[in-house]
């Protein structure tokens, strides 16, 4: 007996001494399956107990029990590899703290093996994979930290029955997905819950209502979708709820003010909640911060918000709240009860009317104050420096007006100032050089006047200063005002800026975009420019630079544009351009450089565009790199060039020098000059039909010549007169290459729309021809019928150009998609479908509008007939573009149907392409694309639904089967790949069926371009 109780001693004791061996042997394994261990795991070693490692804690060791692992806590440590299994052998383990640091791999599935485990935080490393299902098995687990991994897959269901201890689960910023599960609605102990910044889909589940000691609910940027669970509301003891960034929506209800009394942190933002904002919440006493941004809000923000006196942070931009003259406004009088207000931002709302004078008299702790993209006007108070904490101010797209008061340079905090697109008026203060913090102005297309302040260069921190499209902005640039910190913009552009550019120019050495275009500048350009070594984008056309190009230039390896179009720039084209590696865009048109185009260009593997036209060049052009693809160059205007691709339609170098009067000949059979234009012809025939008229000793005719044969032309003065001496009040828009007027021609009724080309700008005049050959050559009912034109000469003696078409007298598309508060014609590629391109008649019939840079392609063969020699850059407008062209594709009616494509996705979703919703990966094709077929209702724009017919079901689900089809055929013909699209007969088919099916249905009648104005006003 003695005995066998003495073997049952042994057999425990060395059980145990296994046991503690076991422990040594997993951390050593943990320690071997890192990468780098840095200094934290030095100590780990033999030599010392493994109690003494550090970030090891025991139990006290008895003679009958030896020491075993109890916690793990190396956070911070820099340990890089990945986790070993063996982590799992440490069953007396009860917490492991490993958090921020360089993990990665999977979990190990054998930490389900930790049954004591009370504590994991595992958080801020890169690790992968699922969470192992069995981790429901650590059934004492209290609080479990998986934040900011790699983790992926769907939460294990039953992690809530299973973990009934559990109180706090941090699952943010991983990649998470499927449903939130509804078990952890039975872990009744939850107070913190975090599953932001995952992809988690579905409803909330109703359930988490029964957590009645949550106090920390995070469910923000996931795909949650639904209403959100009124049940929610009932939790009490909530301090901070975050939904924002889903697809939830829904109304807040009446009596949220009663609903959660201890509320810190409220927010809805970014989601798609409708209704008022109720007033009641205006008695949420305890809100830090709210956030109502990105919804469709309607109606008055609650007048007492300010009875929130613990605000900091109040977010309402991008709603349809409103306020005016009458009403609206009073909550700005009211949050100057808030004494910590730190941020509010209410821009883009439809607020109108004055600005509220009480603005003044928010807090001097507020640091952001957000106004623009709305209807406010009224000036900016001369006591704004009232609010002397602020450090970002704007007021952009808005009607604000009056000049810029000298108070605002006492907001010696101030950080950014956003003035653009104001109605402001008056000089720039010179007080702004007082803001030494100020590292970004941004003023452009406003109405600023006079010289630009030399103490802007007092402002040594200000890296983007934009000024561009102030036009009565003049005067020389202050050299004080090229500062070493500018490093992303500057921009003067379009100003009337004059005289020389200072030589410190060549201080903007950390530069990455400097824009003097549409100037008066004039003198050489300082060879100091080439010190602006990260230059990216130079801009300097059309001003009055003379000289030679700065073969410093050189210098600036990864210039990617540079444009010196329209100048009076001479000698040569320095070599040592082709030494900029990065160049991807070179503009030199319009300018009397002379000698040859350099072949040492055709080495630059990046340039796609190249634009040398109107220049005195001569010799051989360059028939490789970029010289190799027609649509890319443009060499039109230098009648002593040879060679180059047979398309150029150029004489071959070698019948050169041939005798002046026989060259003259041969230059005149292929570009006729007429004296009354001094038109060079820009539609080149093809060359089978240019030798048959070179045989037949005919001449060609122009685009401008032929419209003469159809119309007469009308003078300067008519038109001068038809517009009231081109009147602001008969202005109907502006466009890249000019404006648009309403003209009333003597003895006649109605009134015509004329197209007043702006000959300054680059490209403009190519547009007119290119639009005169359009129009003579197409008939159609869809298409801008060509009255007349006029090429004649202005008051000031500069050449004039004008186009005078039928007017639409409903505008474009446009501005009714985005208010304000078989054919006998020849194939044709517009190249620019967009919404301001579609005008309408008064029938309410469209038109297509603008045919400055469209082509027409040849009926045999699928080749294009261009209107010049070549074609320069992308072609179209951002976003409506098709994708190939900015690869160096050529241009085919493939490109109209991807524009098309777009058109109709934006039609029926309310937004553009350009929405600043997308970003990086998404766009409006996969924006709709991922709707269909099931959630298009989330896509298509709600006034679709604000007709009184679609409370009937057939006729909604035949709105529904008609929205199904047409954004269908939107994301068919937007496709990336040109060769995926619906070919563009198979499209009008479709939406002619789809039209005629629906033709009956009275709620297209909303589709009526009159019947959205209702709707929108």
């Given at each position: 007996m003695?005995l ?10 060395v059980?145990?001494m296994?046991a ?13 399956g890192l ?6 795991l ?10 003494s490692?550090?970030g ?5 060791g ?10 793990l ?18 069953t007396?383990?009860?917490a492991?703290?490993l ?10 599935a054998?930490l ?29 687990l ?24 559990l109180w706090?689960?941090r699952?943010?910023?991983?990649s998470?997905?499927?449903?939130v ?14 599953l ?16 009645a ?10 795909k949650?979708?639904g ?5 929610l ?15 939830l ?6 009596d949220?003010?009663?609903k ?38 309607t ?16 977010y309402?931009p ?16 009211s ?12 821009s883009d ?15 001097s702790?507020l ?8 209807g ?6 001369q ?54 913090r ?17 103490s802007?260069?007092?402002l040594r ?11 009565r902005?003049?005067?020389s ?12 913009l500057?921009?003067l552009?379009y100003n009337s800026l ?11 050495v ?12 004039s ?6 420019i ?5 230059l ?48 991807q ?22 340039l ?13 052009v ?21 060679g180059?691709?047979?398309q ?8 050169l020098?041939?005798?002046k ?5 041969r230059?005149?059979?292929?570009i006729i000059s ?11 025939v ?13 001449k060609s ?8 044969e ?23 828009g502006?466009?890249r ?34 639009e005169?050959e ?17 090429s ?9 150009k ?8 409903n505008?474009s ?16 590629v517009?190249?620019d479908?967009?919404?301001?391109n ?17 082509r027409?392609?040849l009926?045999s ?9 070549s ?15 900015g690869?160096?594709?050529?241009i ?9 494509g ?27 694309e ?21 409370d ?23 496709k990336q ?41």
């Amino acid at each position: 007996m003695w005995l066998r109780l003495l073997l049952s001693v042994v057999c425990l004791t060395v059980a145990r001494m296994a046991a503690s061996g076991g422990d040594e042997a997993a951390l050593l394994a943990f320690k071997a399956g890192l990468s780098n261990g840095g200094s934290a795991l030095a100590s780990w070693n033999s030599s010392t107990g493994f109690c003494s490692w550090e970030g090891v804690a025991c139990t006290r060791g008895r003679s009958r029990n030896p020491p075993r692992v109890v916690a793990l806590s190396l956070p911070k440590m820099g340990l890089a590899g990945t986790l070993s299994a063996a982590i799992g052998n440490l069953t007396f383990l009860q917490a492991i703290e490993l958090t921020f640091n360089w993990l990665h791999g999977d979990v190990p599935a054998s930490l389900g093996r930790l049954r004591r485990l009370r504590y994991m935080s595992l958080g801020y490393n890169s690790l992968s994979g699922e969470i192992p299902s069995n981790l429901t098995s650590c059934v004492a687990l209290e609080q479990l930290f998986l934040d900011s991994n790699n983790l992926s897959g769907r939460v294990p269901l039953e992690l809530g029955n299973a973990l009934t201890r559990l109180w706090l689960l941090r699952l943010k910023n991983n990649s998470f997905t499927g449903p939130v599960p509804e078990s952890l609605a039975n872990a009744s102990l939850l107070s913190y819950l975090s599953l932001a910044n995952n992809q988690f889909d579905g409803a909330i589940p109703p359930g988490l209502a029964g957590l009645a000691g949550l106090w920390h609910l995070d469910l923000s940027v996931n795909k949650l979708r639904g209403a959100l669970p009124l049940s929610l509301y009932n939790l009490s003891s909530l301090r901070m709820f975050h939904v924002e960034g889903n697809r939830l929506h829904g109304t807040i209800p009446a009596d949220i003010g009663s609903k959660f009394p201890a509320m810190k942190d409220l927010s809805f933002a970014n989601n798609r909640f409708t209704g008022g904002v109720p007033p009641s919440i205006s008695n949420l006493t305890n809100l830090t911060s709210l956030q109502l941004s990105i919804n469709r809000f309607t109606g008055l923000v609650p007048r007492d918000l300010g009875r929130m006196y613990r605000l900091q942070y109040l977010y309402m931009p991008h709603n349809m709240l409103q306020a005016d003259d009458t009403q609206g406004w009073e909550f700005i009088t009211s949050l100057a009860n808030c004494s910590q207000l730190l941020q509010l931002s209410l821009s883009d709302n439809a607020f109108a009317g004055q600005l509220p004078s009480s603005l003044v008299n928010l807090s001097s702790t507020l640091q952001y104050l957000y106004l623009g993209d709305c209807g406010i006007s009224g000036r900016i108070p001369q006591d704004i420096s009232n609010l002397a904490g602020l450090s970002i101010l704007d007021f952009a797209n808005t009607s604000i007006c009056g000049v810029i008061p000298d108070s605002i340079g006492k907001l010696a905090n101030l950080v950014e100032l956003g003035l653009y697109r104001t109605r402001l008026s008056g000089l720039i203060p010179g007080a702004l050089g007082n803001l030494t913090r100020l590292n970004r102005i941004i003023a452009y297309s406003s109405n600023l006047e006079g010289p630009i302040p030399a103490s802007l260069g007092n402002l040594r921190n200000l890296y983007l200063l934009d000024l561009a499209g102030n036009y009565r902005l003049n005067g020389s640039i202050p050299k004080e005002i090229l500062l070493t910190s500018l490093s992303s913009l500057l921009d003067l552009s379009y100003n009337s800026l004059s005289g020389p550019l200072p030589s410190e120019v060549g201080n903007l050495v950390n530069l990455n975009q400097l824009f003097l275009s549409g100037n008066r500048l004039s003198g050489r350009i300082p060879d100091t420019i080439g010190n602006c070594l990260v230059l990216e984008s130079l801009m300097l056309d059309n001003n009055r630079f003379e000289g030679s190009i700065p073969q410093s230039l050189q210098n600036i390896k990864g210039l990617q544009l540079l444009n010196l179009t329209n100048n009076k720039l001479s000698d040569t084209i320095p070599q040592g351009l082709s030494d900029i590696t990065a160049l991807q865009e070179l503009y030199l048109a319009h300018n009397n450089l002379s000698g040859h185009i350099p072949a040492s260009l055709q080495r630059l593997t990046l340039l796609f565009a190249f634009d040398a036209s109107f220049n005195d060049l001569q010799g051989e052009v360059p028939n490789k790199g970029v010289f190799r693809n027609l649509t890319a160059i443009s060499v039109t205007g230098n009648s002593k060039l040879c060679g180059g691709i047979p398309q150029l339609h150029l004489a071959p170098c070698s019948t050169l020098p041939l005798s002046k009067s026989r060259a003259d000949a041969r230059s005149k059979s292929l570009i006729i000059s007429l004296t009354t234009t001094g038109v060079v012809l820009l539609f080149l025939v093809s060359a089978t039909v240019t030798i048959w008229k070179l045989k037949k000793g005919r001449k060609s005719q122009t685009p401008l010549a032929a419209v003469e044969e159809h119309f007469q032309r009308v003078s300067y003065h008519a038109l001068l007169r038809g517009t009231n001496g081109f009147s602001e009040s008969n202005l109907l828009g502006k466009g890249r290459y000019g404006s648009v007027y309403k003209c009333m021609l003597e003895d006649e009724d109605t009134p015509v729309a004329v197209k007043i080309f702006n000959l300054q700008q680059s490209g403009s005049l190519k547009s007119f021809q290119a639009e005169c050959e359009a129009l003579r050559r197409l008939r159609h009912r869809s298409l801008i019928k060509i009255i007349t034109c006029c090429s004649s000469i202005d008051n000031q003696g500069q050449d004039f150009k004008a186009l005078v078409m039928d007017i639409m007298p409903n505008g474009s598309l446009d501005d009714w998609l985005h208010p304000k508060f078989s054919s006998p014609t020849p194939p044709i590629v517009h190249c620019d479908i967009k919404p301001s391109n579609i005008l309408l008649a008064e029938d309410m019939s469209a038109r297509v509008g603008d045919f400055g840079i469209s082509r027409i392609l040849l009926e045999s063969a699928n080749k294009t007939r261009e209107n010049s020699n070549s074609t320069i850059g992308i072609r179209g407008s951002i976003g409506y573009v098709a994708p190939e062209y900015g690869e160096g594709s050529p241009i085919s009616t493939l490109g109209d149907v991807y524009s098309l494509g777009i058109l109709l996705l934006e039609l029926f979703t309310g937004r553009r392409p350009t929405d600043d919703m997308f970003k990086e990966s998404l766009d409006l094709h996969t924006f709709s694309e991922a709707a269909l077929p099931d959630r298009y209702l989330e896509i298509v724009d709600p006034t679709i639904w604000l007709h009184n017919d679609v409370d009937d079901k057939v006729t909604r689900s035949r709105v529904q089967e008609c929205l199904t089809s047409v954004i269908g055929i939107g994301i068919s013909c937007s496709k990336q790949q040109p060769r995926e699209r619906m070919p563009i007969r198979d499209a009008a088919m479709e939406m002619h069926a789809i039209r005629d099916s629906n033709l009956v249905s009275p709620v297209l009648l909303r589709w009526n371009m009159k019947e959205k104005e209702k709707l929108t006003r």
